[in-house]
Structure formats: structure tokens, C-alpha cells
């Protein structure tokens, strides 16, 4: 239940990616001029296992574009 900024700040300091539906993460994300990997998803409520059978297949993709340093990546 923490308010978006305290989450950035500790993703930032910690070195994580943010993995979230929520698009305030996205809006700070392009107003930042460094920090923190936003993988954005664009999918519709379901249920944790259909969220997981989505997600988990492109995992290996999602891996390989912040390693490459994409900042925003969004996935329909």
C-alpha cells in the first residue's frame, strides 16, 4: 500500500525493474532522465495463474530488452 514514489526510490536504489499494470510507474518513468526499468503490462484483470501463463512465455524477451537497457517496455 506505499505510494508510488517511495517504490520507485527503492527500486531505483536497489537496482530492480518494476513490473506493474499501473500507469502512474509509466509516467514517471518518461519523465526520468535514469532509474528504474518499467515493464508495463496491458492486459486486462485475470487471474494470477492466466496473468502468469501470459507473462512467463516472453519472459526471455522482456530479459533481453533490459539488458539492453530499454528504460519503458510494454506488453500487450
Known amino acids: 500500500h506505499a505510494a508510488d514514489i517511495p517504490i520507485w526510490d527503492y527500486a531505483r ?3 530492480c525493474t518494476l513490473i506493474t499494470k499501473d500507469e ?3 509516467a514517471i518513468r518518461l519523465r526520468a532522465t535514469d532509474g528504474v526499468t518499467v515493464v508495463w503490462l496491458r492486459v486486462r484483470n485475470s487471474s494470477r495463474r492466466a496473468l502468469l501463463a501470459w507473462f512467463m512465455p516472453r519472459l526471455p524477451e522482456i530479459v533481453a530488452l533490459i539488458d539492453a537497457g530499454e528504460p519503458l517496455i510494454e506488453l500487450r
Open 24 to 26: 502512474d510507474f509509466v
Open 13 to 15: 536504489a536497489h537496482g
